[in-house]
């Protein structure tokens, strides 16, 4: 069974920073390129970032407008686990956060995990 657990969200100020880690279990996470995926309240889901897998001929990682310069996506394929470092977070990256497995055309089909809350509030 496929299994995707986040955590490391929670309440912080504007300015401040989370780690959100990801453990995965039941595929061969190493294979698949991963990502983040969040959707805020009364919007639309967002992909986040991706990181490649170790079979990408291009490894990297991508983000969204939104978050480039201030997310960064990792990965540690000897603990099966993805994380997103979050730092000069805003009130606008409120959201839940989903770890996703790269795994349709569409990144809104990807299987996700349940998501963990960040709300950034003074």
């Known amino acids: ?14 300015g401040g920073s989370l780690r959100l880690s990801c453990t995965t279990s ?7 390129d991963m990502s983040w995926v969040r959707q805020a309240p009364g919007k639309e ?8 897998s170790r079979h990408d001929l291009y490894p990297g990682t ?5 978050v480039k310069g201030r997310f960064t ?11 997103l470092q979050l730092n000069s977070l805003k009130t606008e990256d409120t959201a839940l956060y989903y770890c996703a497995r790269a795994d349709a055309t569409d990144f809104t089909y990807y299987t996700r995990g349940q998501g963990t809350q960040v709300t950034v509030s003074l």
């Open 62 to 66: 991508t983000y969204s407008d939104s």
């Open 73 to 83: 996506i990792s990965r540690d394929n000897a603990k099966n686990t993805l994380y």
């Open 26 to 32: 039941g595929f061969v996470f190493s294979s698949y």
């Open 45 to 52: 889901l967002e992909l986040v970032s991706t990181i490649t």
């Open 1 to 14: 069974e496929v299994q995707l657990v986040e955590s490391g969200g929670g309440l912080v100020q504007p």
